[in-house]
């Protein structure tokens, strides 16, 4: 393990990205995700790795280029933020039926309108049905960690599905920090080399992307799901195998000073550790709280949310998107079906907050904590914290 | 944990700054963060970037509100919004050829009241020196770095050194003259 | 072949379609209910119903003359109105030419 160096965190999920021998790429810049496709451009013209840089004129065509390349057999990446990932859209849902193991990083950013270039989660939310697997980093050091569990996830012949790594767009992105890089021969060590299961060449034909007929449809729709699902367990291995060989734990569900906890809050994203430094003051001031944060988006993981409520009396859901005339924050409305039937459920408050790159401060974690017993009093869904009335 | 604001212009460099402080920080081991204020960085625009250097892990990734050091990198922004939050304990850097007490009557006359340390340094007239521009965000690292001492000057050598290449010396060179020109009142 | 899978158990990683060339055991002539009937005398060789035929299933013979692979016609028609030496007449199914 070398010592930290200090990195944009765009800079170095490029850097891990490159460490992951990786084959082909094809980026269309877009802030907040920019230096990313930047920084890989670079690494890939210099030489440094041995892979191709196809430079594409859209997002669509960025995704639909190396799900080209991962027919073939190549190991690949792309990288988008919020509108670039709503013109990849059409495309989206059909590398995860193809079933190829594309890795994609993801700088979330506000979708417009108004125009915003800032950070929320309303850009994967939206592609939240399309069925790659989501996973979410808190910090710089967890992106870089996630790009390189991101390979080893995707292509693992029980999984087969792409996956995005979340990363908040400017919150992390834009962020000089410390990040401590795994040696070439400990990302090796970790990730074997792609062996897919199926590839195009001419030697032995094969079609993909097929046509299914109503007759069939429904089966293949089982079939992902199905793995989809199945998907969780070998995430989780993964992560242990990670923690075995780095020390650094991942799990789908994060735990903090939950041990007797009466309130917990629950966050996705970068806002978790901000939070973490809310619930040490509440703490010393002998408020019963503990913190959760999510890891894993896509599959959700029902069954850790559960377990990690238990004993809890009350329940703050922060969610940095809305479903505008729904349920509420989309965190939340997982939690809320995922708890529906449980016997001894904690009363859900749910907040939504950090929309658009308003900042999320200390204070804030403090409030809504604070203020949740008379939050439950009002009988909404979800409230829109901060918002001036 | 030192918390500093940068108040500058697009184009001035700040967000340049602040990395090369955490990048330098980080390489002496100790935890850091830097980062612009996440605006559409325009050229001239006033625009804000931040640094946090702690002993111990940072996990706030808020802004920050009540920086310990604020640093100004063009005396026309001198007004409320570079003194807001500031610690009364703190230091305000400015790169002025103006003396601290006509900053503070500056201040004062702008609505802005502030009674904490002031540092001054005329750092654009180094930077046209050393630099032949009047860009002078390398420059006020050096009043930074000798009012907090938050990294030894030579750490900053090799970040400069990476991100400026040929004119890196003269960069370095500037920094070391606003290093030892501050002045602290 | 069974025609589709049982259970969604039996549906290929991805769709994939790993056998080359299957559509051949699909025969799609059933379809027709006219048939392509060429006149050697009027025919010039040109090749354009060869290249029409949008089942591909048009081929030259030895002798230079093409017909179609009853098997798989459709009976679209399509290379009886690109002929343009009118060599090439639909025939309804049943009926001798």
């Not at chain 1, 859209?89 to 995860?96: A, D």
């Not at chain 1, 979330?108 to 979410?136: E, K, T, Y």
């Not at chain 1, 693992?156 to 000089?176: A, C, E, K, R, S």
């Amino acid at each position: 393990m070398t010592k930290p160096v200090g990195m944009e965190v765009a800079v170095a999920a490029a850097e891990a990205v490159a460490l992951c021998n990786i084959d082909v790429a094809a980026c269309y810049p877009i802030t907040p995700n920019t230096h990313i496709a930047e920084h890989l451009a670079d690494i890939i013209a210099d030489g440094r790795i041995d892979a191709e840089y196809i430079t594409v004129e859209s997002e669509h065509s960025a995704l639909s280029a190396v799900m080209g390349a991962s027919g073939t057999g190549a190991r690949t990446f792309t990288a988008t933020s919020s509108q670039g990932l709503m013109y990849m859209h059409e495309i989206l849902p059909i590398t995860p039926a193809m079933r190829l193991p594309v890795v994609m990083g993801l700088g979330n950013r506000a979708v417009s309108g108004p125009i915003n270039i800032w950070n929320d989660h309303s850009d994967i939310i939206m592609q939240r049905d399309s069925g790659w697997l989501s996973i979410f980093a808190d910090n710089g050091q967890e992106a870089v960690d996630m790009f390189i569990q991101a390979f080893k996830i995707a292509e693992h012949p029980d999984v087969l599905l792409p996956i995005n790594v979340n990363m908040d767009g400017f919150q992390l992105t834009h962020v000089v920090e410390p990040i401590v890089f795994p040696t070439q021969a400990q990302v090796n060590k970790f990730l074997p080399p792609y062996k897919p299961f199926a590839s195009l060449h001419p030697d032995h034909p094969l079609s993909m992307g097929t046509l299914g007929l109503p007759e069939i449809y429904t089966e293949a729709v089982k079939a992902r799901d199905v793995a989809t699902v199945n998907a969780k367990k070998v995430i989780v291995q993964i992560w242990q195998e990670w923690e075995k060989q780095f020390g650094r734990k991942y799990e789908p569900v994060m735990t903090y000073k939950t041990a007797g906890a009466e309130i917990l809050i629950l966050t996705m994203g970068s806002m978790g550790e901000t939070a973490e430094v809310a619930v040490d003051a509440l703490r010393k001031k002998g408020v019963k709280v503990g913190l959760l944060k999510l890891k894993l988006w896509r599959p959700f993981p029902f069954d850790e949310i559960r377990k990690a409520v238990r004993g809890a009396k009350t329940l703050v859901v922060t969610d940095r998107a809305l479903s505008y005339g729904g349920p509420g924050g989309p965190v939340c409305s997982e939690i809320r079906a995922a708890l529906y039937d449980q016997p001894n459920r904690p009363e859900i408050v749910n907040y939504i907050i950090g929309l658009g790159g308003r900042d999320v401060r200390v204070e804030d974690f403090m409030k809504m904590i604070e203020g949740a017993p008379k939050a439950k009093k009002s009988g909404d869904a979800y409230q829109i914290y901060g918002v001036r009335e | 944990m030192l918390e500093i604001r940068w108040h500058g212009r697009g184009g001035q460099g700040a967000v340049t700054s602040v990395e090369l402080l955490a990048m330098a920080a980080i390489d002496e081991g100790k935890f850091a963060q830097g980062f612009p204020s996440f605006g559409p960085e325009r050229r001239g625009a006033p625009v804000e970037a931040f640094n946090r250097v702690d002993t111990k892990q940072i996990k706030i990734r808020s802004r920050i509100y009540n920086p310990d050091v604020s640093v100004v990198l063009d005396e026309s922004q001198i007004g409320p919004a570079v003194v807001a939050g500031l610690k009364p304990s703190g230091t305000l850097i400015v790169n002025t050829a103006k003396k601290a007490g006509e900053v503070r009557d500056l201040l004062k006359k702008k609505n802005a009241d502030y009674a904490g340390k002031i540092a001054t340094v005329d750092a654009t007239a180094i930077a046209w020196h050393e630099l032949g521009v009047p860009i002078t965000n390398t420059t006020m690292l050096g009043a930074l770095l000798k009012v907090t001492n938050v990294v030894k000057l030579d750490a900053l050598k090799e970040p400069v050194e990476h991100r400026f290449g040929r004119i890196a010396q003269k960069n370095l060179k500037a920094l070391r003259r606003a290093y030892d020109e501050v002045q602290v009142r | 072949m069974k025609k589709w899978p049982e259970t969604w158990k039996e549906y290929n990683t991805g769709g994939i379609v790993f056998e080359p060339g299957n559509a051949r055991s699909f025969k799609t002539g059933p379809w027709r209910s006219l048939r392509p009937v060429w006149d050697n005398s009027k025919c010039i060789k040109c090749g354009v119903c060869y290249i029409f035929c949008p089942e591909g299933c048009v081929q030259e013979g030895p002798d230079g003359f093409f017909a179609a692979d009853l098997d798989y016609c459709k009976g679209c028609g399509i290379c009886a109105h690109e002929c343009w030496p009118s060599a090439i007449s639909m025939i309804e199914e049943g009926q001798e030419s």
